[in-house]
């Protein structure tokens, strides 16, 4: 059987998917790989006459429903057909199962999940990657069209807008909790966007990618934090050979726990390849014995938020120091200017400090 990779692509309306797909198709063909692109489920629908906005409570009900299960059988007969493939397979969603949950309330969706025989859990599960590209109604309106989709209804005004950045966050929050959900910023050359998410699944297929530095800074936090995700983190840094960095990380959400292995290998200072894979509980603790005796633990609380377009982090150290607030947001060039919320006070930027580096915070004193 070859190696099959299924990736979500998902975001807000207007987010650039469309082309994304395009550019995904061409760059990994080249590779060697057989790209299946799983068609837009809920804009089937649509477009053949069916209206998330009917009043008709009883033929929305059935409208979700039937999308769900459609999404499902359409993945399921993709990977039939990429198991009997020659060569590596990449699977990409335009949107996932989870995207279906950001359209109706807690209920209904529990309602159609079991229905279906599953639950939010196994449907995040179901993706190796969860791709989720900012909607041009965060930080980028000036880009934002319904040109591009006839069947949107988050329209090109105000309140559109509004409707569109709702969204986007509620999608967010619906893949919360996967392993390998990355967020893709928007930026002032579009490029730079769709580069980014063909690094990410480079990342998730094992090929080489650039180097790339995060912008980080050191921050204190001087208001409060709005919509955002938390969860907390602990680190464990694993014996490895020369030029690799093995990490395992556990992270705590909602009563939620995953758990991350993640090895990182340097072929110059130029390319880089980064695996993950996510692994079970007694695995994890299995491979805590393999911790380096060089280094301590990291435990720390991060909070996730979009603000202006832009995707930040914001983790508090709790050890083994407990003194340090670092910013981080991925994807911004350092042409771009830095959208910092007005809750965050920037005390320094430290992009490149080794000295901030987790792996050298880590370190025995």
Known sequence: MPEIKKI???????????????KITEYFSGFGYKVF??????????????????????????????????????????????????????????????DISAYMTPEMWEDITQKAGTNSNELRDRYDAVLHLVSAADGAEQ?????????????????????????????????????????I????DFENKLNRVITEIAKVVGLPQPVQDERVYRVEII???PE?????????????EPGCEVRLRRREWKSKVINIHRTTKHLSDKEVIETERQVNNNLYEQMLQQADPYRVTIRKRRKSLIWKGQYFQIDTFLQ????????E????TAQETVNFPPFIRVLEEVTGNKRYYNYNIALRK
Not at 57 to 66: H, N, V
Not at 170 to 177: E, L, M, P, Q, S
Not at 185 to 188: A, L, P, Q, T, V
Request: proline fraction near 5%; charged fraction near 20%.
């Open 8 to 22: 979500v692509l998902t975001g807000g309306p207007c987010a650039g998917k469309t082309t994304a797909l395009v």
């Open 37 to 98: 692109n799983v068609p837009e489920v809920p804009t089937i629908y649509s477009t053949a006459g069916w209206n998330y906005l009917t009043p008709n409570r009883q033929l929305y009900y059935q409208g979700e429903r039937a999308i769900l299960e459609t999404q499902l059988a359409f993945e399921d007969q993709f990977l039939k057909m990429a198991e009997v493939c020659e060569k590596p397979v990449l699977i990409v969603c335009d949107r996932g199962a989870m």
């Open 143 to 183: 880009y934002y069209t319904t040109a591009t989709n006839a069947t949107r209804y988050e329209q090109m005004n105000e309140e559109g807008l509004r409707i569109a950045r709702e969204l986007d966050k509620k999608v967010i929050n619906a893949w919360t909790g996967h392993p390998h959900l990355r967020v």
């Open 185 to 188: 910023n928007n930026h002032d």
């Open 223 to 225: 208001g409060d934090i």
């Open 228 to 240: 955002c995700s938390e969860s907390d983190i602990t680190q464990t840094y694993l014996v490895a």
């Open 320 to 327: 083994p120091v407990d003194n340090l607030v670092l910013l």
């Open 329 to 332: 947001t991925k994807g911004v």
